[in-house]
């Protein structure tokens, strides 16, 4: 599974988004990213993947990158809500490493999110369960610490854990008795339990060219962790990941 593919979407979405109250018009951006990170989670081998960026919040209901949802103010900077989001498959021709294991399909995401903003911090949790049979439930927890904030330049720095059941772990780092029989790297059958999967860290830029245009990029680190680490499919436990994009918000 591509999870660093929505992790850079989400981000420069996020980053091209203004968060809009319902007393005010919304707003709204649309552009294009090109995204550079491995080919799955896990992978030794990178690509280039680009996509468009369209971000769009009027207070109540947003849509950011690969995600969109409704948001209900709760007070003190607390919000929650409903949220859907696309999740990238794994094709066992993205590496010879994989050849003989199955392909992994892209799916939707449906779950609820908990966000909470106070002045330069931003913390959210957000449970996604699969709408593709058996591929489970994914928990994402992240904070985000605004450390320079101009007219023209943000720079914003994030931190994150993604924790899955033992459906999603053992989707996307199992490997069945049938897949190691016909896989040609030999790997081993593996059973990966529920727990956390990974770990990852950003610096996120955005800068203003005037009131319509302005672009960002991300720059990130990201670690395999636990059961997930030691899967078998998994080439190399750290990567890095970025994303440029450029977008006019009307």
Do not use: C
Not at 28 to 44: C, E, F, I, R, T
Not at 135 to 148: E, M, P
């Amino acid at each position: 599974m591509r999870n660093l593919h929505v992790a850079a979407a989400l981000t420069i979405g996020a980053a091209m988004a203004t968060p809009s109250s319902p007393a005010y018009p919304a707003e709204a951006s649309l552009g294009a990213q090109v995204n550079v990170m491995p080919k799955y989670d896990g992978a030794a081998s990178y690509r280039a993947l680009p996509l468009p960026v369209f971000a769009y919040d009027n207070g109540l209901f947003f849509v950011s990158g690969l995600s969109a949802g409704i948001r209900y103010p709760i007070g003190a900077g607390i919000s929650t809500g409903l949220i859907a989001q696309f999740d990238f498959g794994r094709d066992a021709d993205d590496s010879s490493h994989l050849a003989g294991t199955n392909d992994i399909s892209n799916t939707a995401r449906v779950g609820a999110f908990v966000d909470w903003r106070h002045g330069k911090w931003h913390a959210s949790l957000n449970a996604l369960q699969a709408t593709h049979s058996g591929y489970g439930l994914k928990v994402r927890l992240a904070g985000d610490f605004t450390a320079l904030a101009t007219p023209k330049n943000t720079v914003n720095l994030t931190v994150g854990a993604t924790f899955g059941n033992g459906d999603y772990m053992n989707t996307y780092f199992g490997v069945t008795e049938q897949e190691s029989l016909a896989s040609q790297s030999r790997l081993a059958g593996y059973s990966p339990s529920a727990g956390i999967k990974g770990v990852d860290a950003s610096v996120i830029w955005k800068h203003q060219f005037n009131p319509h245009w302005s672009t960002a990029a991300v720059l990130g680190v990201s670690s395999l962790v636990g059961d997930a680490a030691d899967s078998p499919v998994v080439e190399h436990k750290a990567a890095i990941f970025g994303s440029v994009g450029l977008a006019y918000r009307f």
